[in-house]
């Protein structure tokens, strides 16, 4: 019995996989099995998807570098803002424990 051929491109497929994986955080093995194809062939899909996403960017690689590292300080002074908003009574309890005073 002859195979009914896929509708769906070859492009189309990757792309459908990529997302399904990278946006919507499905593993990739429940993909794969969804799809009918191997894993490898979805890892190898989200690589690809990966490729073209970062090259389609707007972004210089120096401005990508950049970008990370505002981020990273901005993460580290929200996590600053975040303990000098917190009770001095709390910060004194985590400073003797942390210190191992009773």
């Given amino acids: 019995m002859a ?8 492009l189309e497929f990757r792309e459908t996989a990529a997302c399904e994986v990278v946006e919507k955080s499905r593993p990739v093995a429940d993909v794969a099995r969804d799809c009918g194809v191997t894993d490898q062939a979805v890892r190898n899909c ?3 998807y990966g490729e073209t ?3 389609g960017s707007d972004l210089t690689p120096s ?7 505002l981020e990273k300080e901005n993460r580290k ?10 009770p001095a009574w709390i910060q004194r309890v ?5 210190a191992g005073v009773r």
């Fill in 3 to 10: 195979q009914k051929k896929s509708r769906v491109s070859p």
């Fill in 94 to 98: 985590k400073a003797t424990h942390s």
């Fill in 77 to 86: 002074l929200r996590e600053q803002l975040e303990f000098v908003g917190k």
């Fill in 46 to 48: 989200v690589k690809k």
């Fill in 63 to 69: 401005e990508r570098d950049r970008l990370r590292e």
């Fill in 53 to 55: 996403r970062v090259a």
